[in-house]
């Protein structure tokens, strides 16, 4: 036992830390968000690049290893500022349903996210030219109103404080109605947007799962309780919330826990000022999953004998069935039921 | 295992004796010196030379991702660096000079070395060349390539001693490990300390689990395709469960006549192994 401890010391004291390394494309080194975001960097060693592919696309990489130590890579997206939504998210009844990805990966570790199947790596990428993407968006809200997601592909809210992108998004829905944004997080920094006046086209949509949950499969986030006390800030100053119980997973004694949690939730914070709620199992596309696995084989989440749909990969029906039937009833005595929004595997 | 490649011996020798690396004599291709899980390959000056020893030596011993590999040796230095002669690099970008292409070693552990990046040649570099890189050599470029379809790149370090200015005058085989000799200690040190983290997922079924199991599917008559997915399910249930003989057990006797008969067996364990 002492030997396993002095290795696991061991290990501790020849990570890294965070952000050791930060990467720079030649293209973005003279970027203001760039110099602002190195400016919270100092002690780091910067490294010239010449696309974010060469180091985030290199074969044979360990995600889980990088996991330990993640690097900053700072780039200039050049083309795909917006994404279609994707079938196996919520659209919430809107219509122009969109994703952006600003930034590549999170900094959070959570066992069953699909991040861990899509990227070849787990450093993160900025694309420091957000002023592009809003370019884009402006441009085609011209033609339509659109619904974009803006925190799919990590969580944006989590690295405001060095990027200030949820700002921007924010000022960009301030000055465009037909445009309704989501910032979904798993983060306790709503005080980042304390400043700003609450909108009716900006949704702050907070991620909430029962502390056994987060403790087990949701490394390095916040706390419930944290989540918790962030939701009731921005609900004090206004802001449109709403709560995703997404992904439900499959756990021992789920509906002792899952129940225990939404009580929980709802006695913690005023329902009348929750926009609407979503409700969702876990559920993956199965070229992540296999992916997934392999890089985590050990994992108990992905050992379950998932059933596969249309390429995507679920609990089976009658787990999911009763996973959803049983938060939604439980939610219902909170919420009106027009206000939740379900989504089988 | 910890790979070592060197392009010189005179770079070598000191870590052979720090190592007390004893010379494998049925290697005619290339010098190898080994103990227990230490190679160390003389690989030649030159990105070409040095590529195809490390090919040789991680293809002979059969490589895998949990393994270690090193690059050692000396380097001129850039006008960029100020620092003294005998100082120790670990690179963190490296520039084949050839054809421009950079490669990116993960820099996941902390370490006693400075950092710079290395630029690697064709030839020997003088002053007059147009240097891109802190450090410049003749073999990073090279074997990292070659090492990176091996290896994965937090498992790959290429470790430099300044020996000069760009300019090689006056270096002699007695100067080269003259200058090496006083890191030789802490570079030895460092890669014991990094091959100790065992970053490799233990395989989920033991050898003998495994054994059983394509014996199974052997005496199920099953295709490939079949085969893998029984390994997979397999694999699950015994993350889920915590086991896997024990559920086998009733099934271990067959022995199926026809691949029809084989499928129907098949799908019998199927549900077996997707019991929750």
Known sequence: MKGRCALAELKTSLWNCNFSHIYVEKEALNHEITKKILSHFKNSTFIEINSYKEVFSRRCQSFSAQKNSPKLILAVKKENFLYKGAEVCHDFGNSNFYYSSSIMNCIYDCEYCYLRGVYPSSNIVIFVNIEDTLKNVEDILKKHPLYICISYDSDLLALENITGFTAMWIELAKNNPNLKIEIRTKSANFKALGSFTPLNNVYIAWTLSPEEVITRFEKNTPSLKCRIESIKEAISKGWKIRLCFDPLLYIDSFERIYGKFIDYVFESIPKENISDVSIGVFRISKDYFKKMQKEYPSSLLLAYPFECSNGVLSYRKKHSEDMINFVYDKVSKYIEKEKIFTLEG | ?276
């Open chain 2, 1 to 276: 295992m910890i790979f070592i490649s060197i392009a010189m011996y005179c770079e070598a020798s000191p870590f052979i004796s720090e190592l007390h690396l004893k010379k494998d004599t049925y290697n005619s291709k290339f010098q190898i010196f080994e103990k227990d899980d230490i190679k160390l390959i003389i690989t030649g000056t030159g990105m070409i030379s040095s590529a195809s020893a490390l090919t040789y030596i991680l293809t002979k011993y059969n490589a895998s991702f949990s393994d270690i590999f090193v690059n050692i040796g000396i380097c001129g230095g850039s006008d960029k660096i100020s620092l003294p002669i005998g100082t120790v690099f670990l690179c963190n970008k490296i520039i084949n000079n050839d054809n421009k292409k950079s490669f990116y070693p993960d820099m996941l552990f902390k370490h006693p070395f400075k950092e710079a990046s290395l630029e690697s040649f064709s030839h020997v570099v003088t002053e007059k060349d147009n240097v891109q890189g802190d450090l410049v050599d003749m073999e990073g470029a090279g074997v990292f390539q070659a090492a990176s379809i091996f290896l994965p790149p937090h498992q790959i370090m290429c470790i430099k001693i300044l020996m000069d200015f760009l300019n090689t005058k006056g270096i002699t085989k007695e100067k080269v490990s003259e200058i090496i000799n006083p890191s030789v200690a802490v570079i030895c040190n460092y890669i014991n300390e990094i091959a100790k983290i065992n970053l490799r997922q233990e395989p989920i079924l033991s050898e003998d689990e495994e054994d059983l199991i394509l014996k199974l599917g052997n005496n199920m008559k099953l295709t490939n395709a079949m085969a893998v997915e029984l390994l997979k399910l397999a694999e699950a249930y015994k993350v889920r469960k915590g086991e896997i003989i024990e559920a086998l057990s009733p099934f271990l006797n067959i022995n199926c006549k026809s691949k029809y008969e084989g499928k129907m067996c098949f799908g019998r364990i199927k549900n077996k192994l997707m019991e929750l």
